[in-house]
């Protein structure tokens, strides 16, 4: 390969992989992580969660389908650098607009290519996840080492200021392929939706579920919450430490029995906190379509999408014997669910909106409206 | 939810004999049912009339019933065994057919065997087409547009719902058999007729077409807590219109975005939770408009399937296995999964490379077969492949098809031809693909011609403008990196394999192994299965243990299946009771060969020198074998010598003395062993002047073949011309042999095991059918039932001498003629033969294990193998034809294999295991009724004791007028009818009205207008199911098997009865 698509990836512990550039040409730092699913590049560009971080795809062919505006689930890319083993700059699918390439290089992020993925997805999975840099072009490797290895850590990062949105805003988008007749029936909900970098896909669920969404940034208070008088609360998804966002937790604790809360993902990490749990963070973490989370109350699994780093402490959780752990990840027993006995509150660590992954646990969207209209009927 | 404690023995039928669209795979899939259920400590009870498989060994199932796949066998043994249930889902159509055959019959229910895995009314569901159509409904997904035709009254009704062109598709059927595309009004009506003849109830779905669309297919699993996972996603290269088992496909899909995806999937996991399949597997296809992405649902198969097998083998995911599991009571949060150890297999696989299957074909061995491909499968084997990307894992796969090619070859053909192999699928449309590409068309052009998605095409472009680049720049590695073999690189740069190989070395252009996980990497393996790529790190971490490379047969082909893997399966499981740590090599992923479980380590990989070279490099195992596989490694032997890998057993040079003719004449004179008249010539000329001197008619076939390809008997000169002209290319690197041709010989073939010091013989059988042939074609039976013991002495003593004078160490297999108590030695081969699971299970001796363990060292006494084993039972073979899948081919045999697959049948005399092997393979014999003679000239004398045996069964004969007048002379009575050239009424009127119940028509071979005149006769006793007899020989025992089964009730007999003490 010639040096002026020469790209690699410089790893904190001074682990080289070079490959082709692609993408912008930029320079990408953050926290390597690997994603294991094998569809939904394009959502995995635009989920918030990924801020700060450099994903691996672990299936080697990327870009075949290209990209549109429907699968878009953020107004941006917030993910600092996109690492495939084979990039496809020939999509095809009849709602591709754009290729992977182009798409990239509007966004500004960078990628390499060609690099041996799978030794990279090992190597972290030894090792751990560490922090990264994609650089494009010639590359002083004894610098480059030195400046991963001097890249911040995830924990303690307060990467929600980044990505949440300045100001309210009502979502009223339905999901993908719904039927617009039916959503129309039934008596609709009002939700306020906390922004911690919230995927569309969730306010789509919502609307189908029967809700008149308002998002509010991250930083909004609990009386300001309350002053909108929404029927019920929902924390979003986000990235990186829940414990760096700390008025997230003190709002939500001021909110948890005032009205129904439901969270996913970071929401659900910042409902455990609020509830006096704890986090640690995890070795490499769950970044994938394909994760079984065991539903303790049917006994059934469900194939979850997942995407987090850091995960709530059981021990934390159940030391207040009114939090129940409702699901926990087969593969490694992590905390994936969790429900108050008394309050109307619940959340879950996977993504039942999916986008990628599969639709096993879109169903939590009707409990949510279930939680609420049980609360009006006992009012 | 724990394992069912209400269940103790549960039976299992196998798919039977290996035919178009039923391979190996159910021999996979039954054998992980069979391991898994009998790891839980079920009794199990099988039943498969394939010898050849794996399932049916002894030892993996406690009772072992090697007999017809009938309903009334079934019952019998069912009455016998009393099963507490039946396993229904893992015999293929065949078993799931029974299976329903079964339950509707009431057995299942007098008897009280439950179902299990899947209920009658999910299997009628999923089976029965207007059933399916509205469960579809139902749950809101689409169909194609379709109606149901009984009759041909309903033809135009038909037609107008549904328009042109229509899919033909016959109820009840397997591989889609009679499927057919009506393109126009003729058309459509010819084809809807022969589609109410195959179905087994008359009935045909005449279907709206979604040809040209873009099929997917994926697997899914539910356990009885109604957890659903998806397996695999599979994506056709091939769209809509050519079957899926005659497609490319490829996996995961590849032009799906999430959503799309996630959409599939959701209808996947309705389907299933809607026909209620309880546990297990099954198969979903799809057709999507690849303009606005409309989805239809095709078909479901509610059992595993030859997908999910490609599946399992792709993902590391064992369905089978699984499956067997769910079915007596486990949920999959309580099964683990086998290669991480520490997850469960509730879990969806993904994978972190791309899996492609090619499809083989065998369309040269049935001349005038329609070579098109369409709905109905056509396709004898498969070979799967494993790359990185794309374009590796598809090089790959193109040169593991073994047709000798290694890339995307040039072919020369004219710009117009190129243009209709674009448009038409046929074998090979993928390099008319690249072909295109080479020659400047567009991506839109060759998209409008093929419909094949442009994202494939794209990749195929890029391979070809590897090429032109490698021919630039020279860059070895990157070449590598896209999947170019090392022969491809040489042809399209002018130089030596080796020299490209030697360049590799020199720069360190090495392939690395990368493991199948099932996890993309996110878990570590315990299982090594794995491939090769070129990237950095390699994950092959070979152990210091001594270890033997097994080199499988490769993709099936007629000639060349199950018997071969069989064989090297047994090598595994000989050589780690030696203490070996096994390595298996092959590419074929129907295989219990290429399950992870069968060895130490399974290299999924294509079996060329270059392939082969780089695992033996990263091994350094103590030896490889080459003689289990068939021709495939064999053809390999000579190069990985040379190559200084150590081969086990015998030696190469034995190998080659005795292929090579001239060698081999040596070797008789040497022995004083006689053989027919012969010779080698390396021009037209020299064969003339040759088959003069030896005297016609003579044998000719081209040197180094196995299963008989291009073989022929000629009777003159003209025809020999003929021969060297259209069927061979003979030149002095590529001579044909000549060989004396037998006339009414007797062959036997002997398969036999030697250490180098002592060899033993394992079986000898008699052909029921005379030389000429092919003896994969052939009935045999062991022990032979018309041969004297002087001659058997005889032939025991040839073997004895040929095995210690060639130094065979190993298994060896001869084949003999005899003619009036002369024996003749037509050939030596000294490797595993297609007969080996039959003597095998004849004798009850592991005869391939024993093999091995000889190559590998043990001597035949250490072993407690001290003499022949002659038992006191009857066992034959029968061959199965794929003549029903070929429209319009002839059914006569030849020296030219034709044969898929094989029955066999045992019992206590000839008569009864020939009617059972008869049966097997589908021939019915008939207790009473009519029989049509219809005999040439040479037989006429021969046939009279056949008449006579069926009239004195109280048959009444039918024959044609020079057989009705043979038959006046002998006092025998029967009817005259015309010949077909003779007008009608006419023995195929006969036929058609059914008043035929048995045909036994022998032809002149050597006379091409005797051959068509009588082809239609055959071809009519075939399509309307009459059991018929094209040799003397075979009406003989058919005549004695009848008088057999009518003295007394056939009883089935289970495996461990007969070889008990």
Not at chain 2, 692 to 707: A, F, K, M, Q, T
Request: aromatic share 6%; glycine share 8%; net charge negative.
């Amino acid at each position: 390969m010639t040096t002026e698509n020469a790209a690699a990836l410089v790893l904190s512990d001074g682990t080289v992989f070079h490959g082709e550039a692609f993408g912008a040409t930029a320079e990408g730092v953050g926290e390597v992580v690997f994603h294991t699913g094998m569809t939904g590049y394009q959502e995995i560009l635009t989920d918030p969660s990924y801020a700060g971080q450099i994903v691996c795809m672990t299936y080697p062919e990327i870009g075949n389908v290209g990209t549109n505006e429907e699968d878009e689930e953020s107004r941006g890319v917030f993910l600092k650098g996109f690492v495939v083993r084979d990039h496809v700059d020939f999509p095809s699918n009849w709602r591709s607009q754009e290729s992977l390439q182009s798409y990239l290089v509007r966004h500004e992020i960078p990628g390499v290519s060609g690099i041996d993925t799978r030794a990279l997805v090992r190597h972290l999975r030894t090792r751990g996840a560490m922090n990264g840099y994609l650089v494009h072009g010639a590359v002083d490797l004894a610098q480059a080492r030195t400046y991963a290895a001097e890249l911040p850590s995830m924990e303690g990062r307060n990467l929600v200021d980044e990505v949440t949105c300045d100001q309210a805003y009502t979502w009223s988008e339905p999901p993908y392929g719904a039927d617009a007749a039916n959503l129309a029936a039934g008596k609709r909900y009002r939700v306020v939706a906390y922004d911690f970098g919230i995927k569309r896909n969730i306010l789509r669920e919502l609307v189908g579920a029967g809700f008149d969404v308002t998002v509010v940034p991250a930083s909004t208070t609990a009386a300001e919450v309350l002053a909108i008088d929404p029927d019920g609360i929902f924390l979003s998804n986000g990235p990186g430490d829940p414990a760096a966002v700390p008025y997230a937790a003190a709002a939500v604790r001021e909110l948890i029995g005032k009205r129904p809360i439901f969270g996913i993902c970071l929401g659900h990490q910042i409902l455990g906190l609020a509830l006096g749990g704890t986090v640690h963070k995890m070795r490499f973490g769950h970044h994938g379509a394909n994760q079984p989370a065991h539903d303790l109350e049917t006994g059934r699994v469900m194939i979850a999408s997942e995407n987090h780093g850091f995960a709530l402490d059981a021990d934390s959780l159940t030391r207040d014997p009114e939090i129940e752990i409702t699901h926990l990840n087969l593969n490694d027993q992590t905390v994936e669910g969790l429900r108050h006995r008394r309050l109307p509150l619940f959340s879950v660590q996977y993504h039942p909106e999916a986008s990628p992954g599969p639709h096993d646990t879109a169903h939590l969207f009707e409990r949510f409206r279930e939680l609420i209209e049980s609360g009006h009927a006992e009012a | 939810m724990p394992k069912r404690s209400d269940l103790r023995k549960i039976c299992l039928i196998g798919s039977g004999p290996i035919v178009i669209g039923q391979a190996c795979e159910f021999d996979y899939s039954g054998t992980q049912a069979c391991k898994a259920l009998k790891e839980e400590g079920f009794e199990v009870v099988l039943v498969n009339s394939n010898p050849a498989t794996i399932m049916t060994d002894p030892g993996f199932a406690d009772r072992t019933y090697i007999e017809p796949l009938t309903l009334d066998v079934l019952t019998t043994i069912l009455e016998r065994e009393r099963p507490d249930a039946l396993l229904p889902t893992i015999g293929g159509q065949t078993g799931l057919n029974l299976s329903i055959a079964l339950a509707e019959a009431g057995v299942l229910d007098r008897l009280g065997i439950e179902l299990i895995g899947a209920k009658l009314e999910a299997i009628l569901m999923a089976e029965d087409r207007a059933q399916f159509r509205q469960a579809m409904a139902d749950i809101g997904l689409r169909t194609p547009r379709s109606t149901y035709v009984r009759s041909m009254e309903q033809a135009d009704e038909a037609l107008v719902a549904v328009g042109l062109p229509a899919i033909i598709r016959p109820s009840f059927t397997l591989g889609g058999a009679g499927g057919a595309i009506g393109e126009t009004k003729a058309d459509y009506l010819e084809k809807l007729e022969w589609g109410l003849r195959q179905s087994p109830k008359s009935e045909v779905l005449v279907e709206e077409s979604v040809l040209g669309w873009k099929e997917f297919e994926l697997e899914v699993m539910r356990d009885q807590a109604d957890n659903v996972v998806i397996i695999c996603s599979i994506e056709n290269f091939d769209p809509m219109g050519v079957h899926t088992g005659d497609s490319i496909t490829v996996a995961p899909a590849q032009t799906l975005t999430d959503k799309e995806y996630q959409r599939m999937r959701d209808a996947a996991i309705a389907i299933i939770r809607k026909i209620g399949v309880d546990t297990g597997g099954s198969n979903i296809q799809f057709a999507l408009n690849p303009e606005n992405g409309e989805i239809v649902v095709i078909e479901m198969n509610p059992r595993v399937s030859r997908s999910s097998a490609l599946a399992s083998k792709a993902t590391g995911f064992p369905i089978a296995k699984i499956a067997a599991k769910l079915a007596i009571g486990y949920t999959l949060d309580e099964i683990p999964n086998d290669i991480t150890k520490a997850t469960p297999a509730s879990f969806e696989p993904t994978i972190d490379y791309v899996v492609t299957k090619i499809p083989r074909f065998a369309f040269e061995k049935f001349p005038g077969a329609d070579s098109r491909l369409g709905v109905q499968m056509k396709s004898v084997g498969e070979a799967m492949s494993i790359g990185r990307t794309f374009k590796e894992s598809l090089q790959k796969g193109m040169r593991s098809l073994e047709i000798d090619r290694y890339g995307f070859e040039n072919l020369d053909i004219t710009d117009e031809e190129l243009n209709d192999r674009l448009k038409v699928a046929r074998p090979g449309r993928l390099w008319a693909v690249g072909e295109a590409f080479r020659r400047g068309l567009s991506i839109e052009v060759v998209h409008a011609l093929s419909k094949i998605d442009p994202w494939f095409l794209h990749q195929i472009a890029e391979i070809i403008a590897g090429e032109a680049r490698f021919q630039q720049d020279g860059d070895l590695r990157r070449a590598k990196r896209d999947g170019f073999s090392d022969r491809r690189l040489a042809a399209i740069s002018g130089v030596t394999e080796a020299e490209i190989r030697a360049r590799r070395q020199a720069e360190g252009i090495l392939p690395v192994f990368k493991r199948v996980d099932t996890c993309g990497a996110e878990f570590e393996s315990h299982t090594p299965y794995l491939y090769s790529t070129y990237e950095q790190e390699c994950e092959a971490d070979p152990t210091d243990r001594d270890k033997v490379v097994i080199l499988g047969g490769g993709p099936n082909r007629i000639g060349q299946g199950i018997e071969f893997d069989y064989c090297c399966v047994h090598a595994a499981i000989g050589l780690e009771k030696d203490g070996y740590e096994t390595l298996m090599v092959n590419c074929n992923p129907e295989t219990v060969s290429t399950d992870y479980d069968t060895s130490d380590r399974l290299y999924f990989e294509p079996l060329t020198l270059e392939d082969v070279l780089a695992i033996v490099a990263t091994e350094k195992p103590k030896g490889v074998i080459v003689q289990f596989g068939g021709q495939t490694p064999l053809r390999l032997a000579v190069a990985l010598e040379a190559a200084g890998v150590p081969i086990l057993g015998t030696k190469p040079d034995a190998i080659d003395r005795a292929e090579d003719r001239e060698r081999f004449v040596e070797l008789i004179e040497k022995l004083g062993l006689r053989q027919p008249e012969n010779g080698t010539a390396r021009s037209v000329e020299a064969a003339k002047r040759l088959a003069d001197g030896i005297g016609y008619p003579v044998l000719v076939r081209p040197s180094y073949v196995l299963g008989g390809r291009a073989m022929q008997i000629v009777h003159d000169v003209n025809e020999l011309d003929t021969y060297m002209r259209e069927a061979v290319t003979v030149s002095p690197e590529h001579p044909v042999l000549v060989d004396r041709f037998l006339p009414d010989a007797i062959e036997v073939d002997v398969d036999a095991i030697c250490d180098g010091e002592t060899a033993i013989i394992g079986g000898i059988m008699e052909h029921i059918e005379e030389a000429g042939i092919h003896s994969g074609d052939s009935a045999c039976s062991l022990p032979p039932y018309s041969l004297p013991r002087y001659i058997l002495d005889e032939i025991r003593e040839a073997t004895r001498a040929l095995a210690l004078e060639l130094g065979v160490v190993g298994l060896m297999n001869i084949q003999f003629a005899v003619v009036e108590d002369k024996v003749y030695v037509l050939e030596v081969n000294p490797r595993a033969s297609r007969t080996v699971p039959f003597v095998a299970k004849a004798v009850g001796l592991p005869l391939a294990q024993l093999g091995a363990r000889v190559m590998a060292g043990k001597k035949l006494a250490e072993l407690g193998v001290v003499a022949e084993i002659e038992p006191a039972h009857v066992s034959v073979k029968e061959a199965v034809f794929p003549f029903m899948k070929f429209s319009g081919v002839d059914t006569l045999l030849s020296p030219e294999m034709k044969s898929t697959g094989e029955v066999m049948g045992i019992d206590r005399e000839f008569g009864r295991a020939y009617a059972k092997a008869q049966r097997a393979a589908g021939m019915n014999l008939p207790r009473e009724g009519t029989v049509l003679l219809s005999i040439r000239d040479e037989d006429k004398s021969r046939i009279v004791e056949v008449a006579r045996t069926l009239i004195a069964e109280g048959f009444s004969i039918v024959a044609t007028h020079g057989t009705a007048r043979c038959l006046k002379d002998s006092e025998i009575p029967s009817e005259a009818v015309n010949k077909v050239p003779e007008g009608s009424p006419h023995t195929v009127d006969l036929i058609q009205q059914r008043k035929i119940d048995l045909v036994i028509a022998t032809t002149r071979t050597g006379d091409p207008v005797a051959v068509r005149d009588s082809a239609t006769m055959r071809r009519a006793a075939l399509e309307h199911g009459v059991p018929y007899f094209t040799t003397v020989a075979g009406a003989r025992a058919a005549a004695g098997a009848i008088r057999a089964i009518r003295a007394d009730a056939v009883e089935p007999l289970a495996l461990q009865d007969i070889h008990r003490g």
